[in-house]
Structures are given as structure tokens and as C-alpha cells.
């Protein structure tokens, strides 16, 4: 029963919690359910309440499940539906703004409980900051953009003239519009407005 739920559910090294199992029956005999499966190998175990289906593999152990799948999916992004984004270093070595590839990520996250906090996803360690605002599918890209920008000077070791480029063509890729800005911008500090017209962004949003 519960193998047939998963495997109808989940795809192969896709983060299965616990929590989010629902089936018409109890929390111990579903508790019990998954160690069975885990005991005969059709399931793995990677923390407290944390499981998957293996992915086949020619390797003996098969392919493990990445602490970044998992971050990725209490914090970010699960079966489609955005809670969060990368911040801080995070973000901006993904825009190509910062040299730095960060030990820790940084998340922001409607699944943080306080303010900020540094949690541990097996040997993966996260500043986790509660959302200033709920994210959601369709404001996500320009919360991630607000949040990065209302501390831009921390971030960025590269030229500023390219530090522009990328922000640009960022918000060009992205498609994100004055509307969207204007409707947000009151969440985050004045610092950010200004940020905005440093960068030129403001004749590149749509």
C-alpha cells in the first residue's frame, strides 16, 4: 500500500518526508510501513523522517540522495509549489556578481520559523530567514531580486559595470516589471530603492 503510494508519487533520489504521507492510516503503522520498506531495500533512509526511492545505479550503494535535494525541497520548491529562494552569497555567486562559492547557503523561506537561524541538513549548513513577505509561484524571482539588492555592497567582487550587466539581464530573463517592484518595495529598506537607480535596473524592467 504505502510502496504503491510512493512510487506513484515520487520520483527515484525525490525527498520523501514523512509528514507529507497521506494515507488513511495511523502514524505508528505508517512509521512502521516505511521501516519495512527500508529493511527490504525498496526504500532508503536519509534522516529523521526524511526518505527515497533509490535511483538504479551500477554502483553498488546506489546513487545517494544530496543534502542540497533536500534543503532544496523543506525550503525552497516541493511538487511545484515555491516557498523560498536563495539569498545572500548564495544568490549572488549564482548570478555571477560574487567570486565566493559559499560553505553555507543562505535561504529565505516561508518555512523558517524565526527571523533567522542557522539549521543543519545532514553535513549542509543553511542561514535560514523567514520571508518578509509570503513567496509564492508568482513573486518569488522578485522577492529573491529585492532581498539581494537591499544588501548589494556585501555581496558583489567583481566590477560594478558588470555587476549591472548581470543584475540587467537578469531582470530582463526574468521578465519582472515595475508593477511587481512597486508592489513589493515597501518590505524592504530605502537602501534598496536606491539600489535600483545605481544599477540602472529601473529602464530595464519591463
Not at 542540497?68 to 529562494?85: L, M, T
Not at 523558517?112 to 545532514?122: I, L, M, P
Not at 513573486?139 to 539588492?149: A, G, I, K, P, S
Not at 540587467?168 to 535600483?196: F, G, L, M
Amino acid at each position: 500500500m504505502l510502496y504503491d503510494y510512493l512510487i506513484e508519487n515520487y520520483k527515484p533520489n525525490e525527498p520523501i518526508f514523512v509528514s507529507d504521507v497521506v494515507l488513511p492510516i495511523s502514524d505508528s503503522n505508517l512509521r512502521q510501513m516505511f521501516k519495512t520498506l527500508c529493511d527490504t531495500g525498496k526504500i532508503k533512509r536519509f534522516d529523521t523522517g526524511v526518505y527515497y526511492i533509490p535511483k538504479k545505479s551500477i554502483l553498488k550503494n546506489g546513487v545517494p540522495l544530496a543534502a542540497d535535494d533536500v534543503a532544496a525541497a523543506k525550503y525552497i520548491i516541493k511538487k511545484g509549489k515555491v516557498d523560498g529562494f536563495y539569498s545572500g552569497f548564495t544568490f549572488a555567486n549564482q548570478l555571477g556578481i560574487s567570486t565566493q562559492v559559499p560553505y553555507v547557503q543562505e535561504i529565505v523561506s516561508n518555512n523558517a520559523s524565526t527571523r533567522v537561524k542557522e539549521v543543519t541538513v545532514r553535513n549542509k549548513r543553511i542561514i535560514l530567514r523567514r520571508a518578509r513577505t509570503p513567496i509564492n509561484n508568482e513573486n518569488y524571482v522578485v522577492l529573491q531580486l529585492l532581498d539581494l539588492l537591499k544588501d548589494l555592497e556585501q555581496y558583489y567582487d567583481v566590477d560594478f559595470e558588470e555587476v549591472c550587466s548581470r543584475l540587467c539581464r537578469y531582470v530582463r530573463e526574468e521578465n519582472i516589471t515595475k508593477a511587481q517592484v512597486d508592489r513589493y518595495i515597501e518590505e524592504y529598506p530605502d537602501k534598496t530603492y536606491k539600489n535600483i537607480y545605481r544599477t540602472g535596473l529601473y529602464n530595464a524592467f519591463a
